[in-house]
């Protein structure tokens, strides 16, 4: 079993699994981050979403050895990945929250929250290249990727709320 | 530690004690004691006793501090709904007059730290009567206390934001109880691990309901920002030392038996091992990947017995009309049947009669259900999960095991709803869990695969119903019957323990066993509403649920309630027809309601939905509405219902095109009056989402099978709604505090939306479609037909 080295949340992480692991279980029980989830392990539903630079990828069945080398963002590393996109110096970045997390508290979008993280994921992953996306292209983009993003808890139509409200929270520069 | 003293002040009967004083700190504790016993005895018990409920410490439902914050205690564990975080904290802010800042802690579910117990469902008509209660009687204790340490009559006092003032001084909360440990002694009734846990009894006077001033506005939830920033502490975090990663490898069938388990490949996974409890066979390793991989192996190599006990789903519905026995179960009648419904439907001047079918459905929550159990050596177990009803699970771990209930603790964290599936005790994994950390002497992590989630878990149950509907010729209903069948639904046995032939609970029978509530009896659930109709019929046949009996398992398809249980069931098939009649009468489908009843809430929802969603008034169906073609053709649909004290009323607009029998809802609107509106903001957030579920019913859900068990497996065996299908919603909520209670039940959203969307059907296509879900080959067939 060889180490595996990665960049997780702009930290360079060894880890001793065998490469075929899914990149979830390596995140979740060897790095101990809690944001992506196991909802299905098959691809079908986002739960366990990450961006691998930069895109939204299913880290359920991602082999951990594909990842190598690449640069892992969690929900845990979303505030400092926009600190880093604004530039901004470390005294003057609000560490706390990305603003897609703040518009998620604005618009009380979870219900019992076990699908927002790879929901809040797919929001950063568009607004990074659509950064004021009409309510179609919003749809479409969780419509996109391996399968829709799907919410048992029916929080969709908060979703398409937040997403606006993150588009204008961004374009402040907030 | 302090003895409480013999003489405490009585508060409306509830007991007021200084335990000692202290040098720092100080506090009011909220205890109870069950009606009939002392204080004393409860405390003595208590004492003795390790791991139950200290009346005087853990278990209390509040706790006032001397920094004047204030700690909530709830058995009743929020799903997501917000309840707990938002609006019990209101009910406790509003009856103590503080402000809804002070109440920095919720600490929910656990059963070591929590008093009441109670399933995760009617949080306002249980649990939050239980904390008004609870919190009214703490506010008369600090009246009184505030009356002797000020020295003024307790008539000339009054509170405000948690400072206690009059005859021209004042104390705050904090200031009374520094520098002591009182605490209050509550009377309540009732049986903790029994699915309604305990109830706080006796009647203290309560804030009268037109002074509110927190009930009504929108708090924020305070958990959100921990959910959204992956601070939160969810099921699927917990790890303990040594823990082992678990997995089940689950019968073949939901009737096999295990002949015998596969081989552990050793040199593949060389730190696995094999657990075998009767049929139980679980796979444990240190790491995750590596249990995963190894169950997988086992499951391909176990040899089970074959079974072929049930009907399948395509049979499903002629099964149910010819081979059920719905003679067994004693047959229920609701209490608004009247009148002589024979005879009025042979004079009536025109009759609908129809029959309706609903499917099996899953709860289907988003992450599998899973469990930590952690069983030591002293013979205590703690299980640590995400569960609706913890007090429930305690019992009957205890009993799975032989113990008492002092030697169970189950600790609650969050995760994904699962929308009643659990609020008998059962969510799946954690007697699984259990079983094997006792097996190896070790903590063991249970996580159910997507599979095994969807197809050993509990369901909501199908139903048919047989409807007559006779009306005059002024559009008046004079007779109506309802004949609703439906298999038993509140199936709280543990799984895991049936698989591995360990004690459980019975299964619902004819009439509720010695520890079940559950029965085959088919109770009457949804609430009639029109009054004007003087002749009713409404009758509830129950029946056994499929397969179980035949099971050497006794496991077939086990029900559970989701979300508007058996009233989802029944409401459909009334609200349908009801838009037939109107149809066939040729009067608009809310003109036709409103001719039915004198409710003036139900009249103000009816009429409030025709205005908000853009409703055209006239008879169905649609001047324009097509069973053929390949151009959409659209349509208007409206349902009601009284849930839990609330009133509902919803429309739904739909295109339907009749060649490719897609149909897609358009617009929702909801009108919705529970009489005083707790949290504006949360109701509708908890609105939409039950009205998208109840979308995802009415177009996609249906649970498959065959003769020997489940064949939905996945997400794409099992559709729910997505993005796309996301209609513009509007919710109108209708405040009317002068109705001086609060309702529940928001989660009516979703059965609301079948019947209305099934009604647009009728109106865009002419034909109705009695049969959920709306998926295109049964719409094509509808409409060809
Ligand atoms: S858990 Fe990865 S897509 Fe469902
Ligand atoms: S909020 Fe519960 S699954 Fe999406």
């Given at each position: 079993?060889?180490?595996i080295?990665?960049?997780?949340n702009?930290?360079?992480?060894?880890?001793?699994?065998?490469?075929?692991?899914?990149?979830?279980?390596v995140?979740?029980?060897d790095l101990?981050?809690?944001?992506?989830?196991?909802?299905?392990?098959?691809?079908?539903?986002?739960?366990c979403?990450?961006?691998?630079?930069?895109?939204?990828?299913?880290?359920?069945?991602?082999?951990v050895?594909?990842?190598?080398?690449?640069?892992?963002?969690?929900?845990?590393?979303?505030?400092?990945?926009?600190?880093?996109?604004?530039?901004?110096?470390?005294?003057?970045?609000?560490?706390?929250?990305?603003?897609?997390?703040?518009?998620?508290?604005?618009?009380?979008?979870?219900?019992?929250?076990?699908?927002?993280?790879?929901?809040?994921?797919?929001?950063?992953?568009?607004?990074?290249?659509?950064?004021?996306?009409?309510?179609?292209?919003?749809?479409?983009?969780?419509?996109?990727?391996?399968s829709?993003?799907?919410?048992?808890?029916?929080?969709?139509?908060?979703?398409?709320?937040?997403?606006?409200?993150?588009?204008?929270?961004m374009?402040?520069?907030? | 530690?302090?003895?409480?003293?013999?003489h405490g002040?009585?508060?409306?009967?509830?007991?007021?004690?200084?335990?000692?004083?202290?040098?720092?700190?100080?506090?009011?504790?909220?205890?109870?004691?069950?009606?009939?016993?002392?204080?004393?005895?409860?405390?003595?018990?208590?004492?003795?006793?390790?791991?139950s409920?200290?009346p005087t410490l853990?278990?209390?439902?509040f706790?006032i501090?001397?920094?004047?914050?204030?700690?909530?205690r709830?058995?009743?564990?929020?799903?997501?709904?917000?309840?707990?975080?938002?609006?019990?904290?209101?009910?406790?802010a509003?009856?103590?007059?503080?402000?809804?800042?002070?109440?920095?802690?919720?600490?929910?579910?656990?059963?070591?730290?929590?008093?009441d117990?109670?399933?995760?469902?009617?949080?306002?008509?249980?649990?939050?009567?239980?904390?008004?209660?609870?919190a009214?009687?703490?506010?008369?204790?600090?009246?009184?206390?505030?009356?002797?340490?000020?020295?003024?009559?307790?008539?000339?006092?009054?509170?405000?934001?948690?400072?206690?003032?009059?005859?021209?001084?004042?104390?705050?909360y904090?200031?009374?109880?520094?520098g002591?440990?009182?605490?209050?002694?509550?009377?309540?009734?009732?049986?903790?691990?029994?699915?309604?846990?305990?109830?706080?009894?006796?009647?203290?006077?309560?804030?009268?309901?037109?002074?509110?001033?927190?009930?009504?506005k929108?708090?924020?939830?305070?958990?959100?920002?921990?959910?959204?920033?992956?601070?939160?502490?969810?099921?699927?975090?917990?790890?303990?030392?040594?823990?082992?990663?678990?997995?089940?490898?689950?019968?073949?069938?939901?009737?096999?038996?295990?002949?015998?388990?596969?081989?552990?490949?050793?040199?593949?996974?060389?730190?696995?091992?094999?657990?075998?409890?009767?049929?139980?066979?679980?796979?444990?390793?240190?790491?995750?990947?590596?249990?995963?991989?190894?169950?997988?192996?086992?499951?391909?190599?176990?040899?089970?017995?074959?079974?072929?006990?049930?009907?399948?789903?395509?049979q499903?519905?002629?099964?149910?009309?010819?081979?059920?026995?719905?003679?067994?179960?004693?047959?229920?009648?609701?209490?608004?049947?009247?009148?002589?419904?024979?005879?009025?439907?042979?004079?009536?001047s025109?009759?609908?009669?129809?029959?309706?079918?609903?499917?099996?459905m899953?709860?289907?929550?988003?992450?599998?259900?899973?469990?930590?159990?952690?069983?030591?050596?002293?013979?205590?177990?703690?299980?640590?999960?995400?569960?609706?009803?913890?007090?429930?699970?305690?019992?009957?771990i205890?009993?799975?095991?032989?113990?008492?209930?002092?030697?169970?603790?189950?600790?609650?964290?969050?995760?994904?709803?699962?929308?009643?599936?659990?609020?008998g005790?059962?969510?799946?994994?954690?007697?699984?869990?259990?079983?094997l950390s006792?097996a190896?002497?070790?903590?063991?992590?249970?996580?159910?695969m997507?599979?095994?989630?969807?197809?050993?878990?509990?369901?909501?149950p199908?139903?048919?119903?047989?409807?007559?509907?006779g009306?005059d010729?002024?559009?008046?209903?004079?007779?109506?019957?309802?004949?609703?069948y439906?298999?038993?639904?509140?199936?709280?046995?543990?799984?895991?323990?049936?698989?591995?032939?360990l004690?459980?609970?019975?299964?619902?029978?004819?009439?509720?066993?010695?520890?079940?509530?559950?029965?085959?009896?088919?109770?009457?659930?949804?609430?009639?509403?029109y009054?004007?109709?003087?002749?009713?019929?409404?009758?509830?046949?129950?029946?056994?649920?499929?397969g179980?009996?035949?099971?050497?398992?006794?496991?077939?398809?086990?029900?559970?309630?989701?979300?508007?249980?058996?009233?989802?069931?029944?409401?459909?098939?009334?609200?349908?027809?009801?838009?037939?009649?109107?149809?066939?009468?040729?009067?608009?489908?809310?003109?036709?309601?409103?001719?039915?009843?004198?409710?003036?809430?139900?009249?103000?929802?009816?009429?409030?939905?025709?205005?908000a969603?853009?409703?055209?008034?006239?008879?169905?169906?649609?001047?324009?509405?097509?069973?053929?073609?390949?151009?959409?053709?659209?349509?208007?649909g409206i349902?009601?219902?009284?849930?839990?004290?609330?009133?509902?009323?919803?429309?739904?607009?739909?295109?339907?095109?009749p060649?490719?029998?897609?149909?897609?809802?358009?617009?929702y609107?909801?009108?919705?009056?529970?009489?005083?509106?707790?949290?504006?903001?949360?109701?509708?957030?908890?609105i939409?989402?039950?009205?998208?579920?109840?979308?995802?019913?009415?177009?996609?859900?249906?649970?498959?099978?065959?003769?020997?068990?489940v064949?939905?497996?996945?997400?794409?065996?099992?559709?729910?709604?997505?993005?796309?299908?996301?209609?513009?919603i509007?919710?109108?909520?209708?405040?009317?505090?002068?109705?001086?209670?609060?309702?529940?039940?928001?989660?009516?959203?979703?059965?609301?939306?079948?019947?209305?969307?099934?009604?647009?059907?009728?109106?865009?296509?002419?034909?109705?479609?009695?049969?959920?879900?709306l998926?295109?080959?049964?719409?094509?067939?509808?409409?060809?037909?």
């Amino acid at each position: 079993m060889a180490g595996i080295t990665l960049t997780v949340n702009g930290t360079r992480r060894e880890v001793q699994a065998p490469g075929d692991t899914p990149l979830l279980y390596v995140l979740r029980n060897d790095l101990e981050l809690s944001g992506p989830q196991f909802g299905c392990g098959l691809s079908q539903c986002g739960a366990c979403s990450v961006l691998v630079d930069g895109k939204e990828a299913r880290s359920c069945v991602l082999p951990v050895s594909r990842v190598a080398g690449k640069e892992v963002t969690t929900l845990e590393g979303l505030p400092a990945r926009w600190a880093g996109q604004q530039a901004l110096p470390a005294s003057e970045a609000d560490p706390a929250l990305h603003p897609v997390q703040q518009a998620w508290i604005d618009e009380q979008v979870p219900q019992c929250g076990f699908c927002q993280n790879g929901m809040m994921i797919k929001a950063t992953e568009l607004l990074d290249e659509v950064p004021a996306p009409t309510v179609a292209q919003i749809k479409d983009a969780f419509m996109s990727g391996a399968s829709p993003h799907l919410c048992r808890c029916g929080s969709y139509s908060a979703i398409l709320d937040a997403v606006q409200r993150a588009s204008i929270l961004m374009a402040k520069g907030r | 530690m302090a003895t409480a003293t013999r003489h405490g002040r009585d508060v409306y009967g509830a007991t007021l004690t200084r335990r000692q004083f202290v040098k720092t700190g100080g506090a009011l504790i909220v205890g109870f004691s069950l009606a009939g016993r002392s204080v004393l005895e409860q405390a003595a018990e208590a004492a003795a006793s390790k791991n139950s409920l200290d009346p005087t410490l853990a278990g209390s439902w509040f706790e006032i501090h001397a920094d004047n914050t204030i700690l909530i205690r709830t058995g009743r564990v929020d799903f997501g709904q917000t309840t707990a975080h938002t609006a019990y904290k209101q009910i406790v802010a509003e009856e103590l007059n503080v402000p809804f800042e002070a109440m920095t802690a919720v600490v929910m579910g656990d059963t070591d730290r929590t008093p009441d117990g109670g399933f995760s469902a009617g949080y306002l008509e249980y649990g939050g009567a239980n904390l008004r209660k609870a919190a009214a009687y703490t506010y008369q204790a600090l009246l009184d206390l505030a009356s002797s340490t000020l020295r003024v009559d307790k008539s000339q006092l009054s509170v405000k934001d948690g400072v206690v003032s009059g005859g021209g001084k004042r104390i705050s909360y904090g200031d009374l109880v520094r520098g002591q440990q009182l605490k209050l002694t509550i009377p309540v009734t009732g049986d903790l691990t029994s699915m309604f846990g305990l109830t706080v009894t006796g009647t203290p006077p309560m804030k009268p309901t037109s002074e509110y001033t927190i009930i009504g506005k929108s708090f924020p939830n305070a958990v959100t920002p921990s959910k959204v920033s992956a601070k939160e502490v969810w099921v699927t975090d917990v790890r303990l030392p040594n823990m082992l990663h678990g997995r089940v490898v689950h019968p073949k069938t939901l009737g096999s038996t295990l002949v015998s388990a596969g081989e552990l490949n050793k040199t593949r996974y060389p730190n696995a091992q094999v657990v075998v409890k009767g049929s139980l066979v679980g796979v444990v390793a240190p790491t995750e990947w590596e249990a995963i991989g190894a169950a997988q192996q086992i499951a391909a190599d176990t040899k089970w017995t074959e079974w072929q006990g049930l009907p399948g789903d395509a049979q499903l519905y002629t099964w149910l009309r010819e081979q059920a026995d719905w003679k067994t179960t004693p047959v229920s009648k609701s209490d608004k049947s009247r009148g002589e419904v024979a005879p009025a439907l042979a004079s009536a001047s025109k009759t609908l009669s129809a029959s309706y079918e609903l499917p099996f459905m899953k709860h289907a929550p988003m992450g599998p259900t899973i469990a930590v159990a952690d069983a030591r050596t002293d013979g205590t177990v703690y299980i640590h999960t995400h569960n609706q009803n913890p007090q429930a699970l305690r019992g009957q771990i205890a009993m799975m095991l032989g113990t008492s209930i002092d030697n169970v603790v189950v600790r609650i964290y969050a995760g994904p709803g699962h929308y009643g599936r659990s609020n008998g005790g059962n969510a799946g994994a954690e007697d699984e869990a259990v079983i094997l950390s006792k097996a190896l002497g070790r903590p063991v992590r249970v996580q159910w695969m997507r599979p095994d989630d969807l197809q050993w878990s509990t369901q909501s149950p199908p139903a048919i119903a047989n409807i007559r509907i006779g009306w005059d010729a002024d559009g008046k209903i004079t007779a109506y019957q309802a004949d609703h069948y439906m298999p038993a639904m509140q199936d709280d046995r543990l799984v895991g323990a049936l698989i591995a032939g360990l004690p459980t609970p019975p299964p619902p029978d004819i009439r509720p066993q010695a520890g079940s509530i559950g029965s085959t009896v088919n109770g009457i659930s949804d609430p009639w509403v029109y009054d004007l109709v003087p002749n009713v019929a409404e009758s509830g046949y129950g029946t056994f649920q499929l397969g179980q009996k035949a099971s050497p398992l006794s496991i077939g398809l086990r029900d559970h309630s989701m979300r508007t249980p058996g009233q989802l069931q029944q409401n459909y098939p009334r609200e349908l027809a009801i838009s037939e009649a109107a149809a066939l009468a040729g009067i608009d489908a809310i003109e036709f309601r409103l001719r039915q009843t004198t409710d003036e809430r139900l009249i103000g929802a009816l009429k409030a939905v025709r205005e908000a969603s853009g409703w055209q008034t006239r008879p169905s169906p649609h001047p324009k509405a097509a069973a053929s073609g390949g151009t959409p053709v659209s349509g208007q649909g409206i349902s009601v219902m009284l849930r839990s004290g609330t009133y509902w009323a919803c429309v739904c607009q739909v295109s339907v095109v009749p060649d490719t029998g897609t149909v897609k809802v358009d617009k929702y609107t909801i009108a919705v009056d529970p009489g005083i509106v707790v949290n504006p903001l949360q109701l509708k957030r908890t609105i939409e989402g039950g009205a998208l579920m109840g979308l995802s019913h009415a177009l996609y859900e249906e649970m498959t099978f065959d003769q020997s068990g489940v064949t939905s497996r996945d997400w794409r065996s099992y559709p729910i709604l997505t993005m796309n299908d996301v209609p513009e919603i509007k919710v109108v909520i209708l405040n009317h505090p002068e109705i001086g209670a609060y309702g529940g039940g928001s989660e009516a959203a979703n059965a609301l939306a079948v019947s209305a969307i099934a009604g647009a059907f009728l109106d865009a296509t002419s034909k109705p479609a009695r049969r959920l879900p709306l998926k295109a080959a049964y719409v094509q067939s509808v409409l060809k037909a």
